[in-house]
């Protein structure tokens, strides 16, 4: 449990630092697009001009990050019930506001700080209420199943999140978080790990699911940052990639709390999500925005 604990903190410090060096370097490349074609016909950002977000050192560090964070959360996904390792690697929003004030310059309001304490002690409600996660076992058409919701959303999703352009930012927050839960419950449930055997593992669906789900969120998350606030982004992320993760963990994979500490979980858990949606609502500012080019002055008339 220790161990599982300490991986998942460690995968939260990675993804929040990557999202806001990925926010950094979307919005200097948002601020070098400002002059030309860098967005689509619904005012969203243009496959380009995402692709030279991603080209951006800040957002190459920070994707590196988060493929640390990806292998560290995989394993606190193996070794916690989902609702804990999902809801303590989603507290990265914590780190993402309080790494925004140095890196974005965004100052923190109390009501914002008030928040960041209902996190962490909710994080604390939910680790001393965690029981032993179950087995993961589950027959091969729920791999299958996964595996085809995890195309629908991601491909889906993106086509959607293309038609609304500018008005999707808390849409793509969501459905990356959804595909990055998607990828926790795949991890959880993939074959072919212990014992190893990679033929059973190349032939499992969740594995496939694993891919999609994961490329897919990136892309969305990345979509997210150039369109919206950093903050209000990532909150989206954390109730997608943490309520129905946690649910599926309860109703199908056997995840269950101490004897007696339902309730505390259940009161962890709601008060993890609240608050983490909190830090975003609060935290909404215009400083996150990114700055539009200033215009060429104009030389006055009769000038030459």
């Known amino acids: 449990m220790l161990v599982g ?152 999703g993106t086509v959607v999140v293309r038609l609304l352009g500018a008005r999707a930012a808390i849409l793509a927050g969501l459905l990356s978080g959804l595909g990055f839960g998607a990828l926790g419950v795949g991890v959880r449930v993939l074959d072919g790990i212990d014992p190893f055997d990679p033929v059973a593992l190349v032939c499992d669906p969740a594995l496939y699911a694993i891919l999609i789900a994961g490329t897919g969120g990136m892309y969305l998350h990345t979509v997210a940052l150039q369109i919206g606030s950093v903050n209000g982004a990532t909150a989206a992320l954390v109730v997608g990639e943490t309520v129905l993760p946690g649910a599926i963990g309860v109703l199908w994979l056997g995840d269950t709390s101490r004897p007696g500490f339902g309730w505390l979980a259940v009161a962890g858990f709601v008060l993890a999500v609240a608050g983490a949606v909190a830090v975003a609502w609060f935290g909404r500012s215009e400083s996150e925005e990114p700055t539009p080019l200033p215009l060429p002055e104009r030389e006055p008339a009769g000038v030459g």
């Open 5 to 156: 604990l300490l991986t998942a903190v460690a995968a939260s410090i990675c993804y929040g630092t990557g999202s806001v060096l990925q926010a950094v370097g979307s919005r200097k490349s948002a601020r070098r697009e400002a002059a030309t074609s860098g967005v689509t016909q619904h005012g969203g950002p243009s496959l380009s001009s995402t692709a030279k977000a991603a080209m951006t050192w800040e957002f190459i560090v920070g994707t590196i990050l988060d493929f640390v964070g990806f292998g560290l959360g995989a394993l606190a996904a193996r070794l916690l019930p989902l609702f804990l390792s999902q809801t303590i690697i989603s507290a990265n929003l914590v780190i993402t506001a309080v790494l925004s004030i140095r890196l974005l310059g965004i100052r923190l309001t109390r009501a914002e700080w008030t928040s960041i304490g209902v996190v962490c002690s909710a994080l604390i409600l939910l680790a001393t209420a965690a029981g032993p996660e179950g087995s993961g076992h589950t027959p091969m058409a729920t791999h299958w199943w996964l595996l085809a919701i995890s195309l629908l959303l991601m491909v889906g």
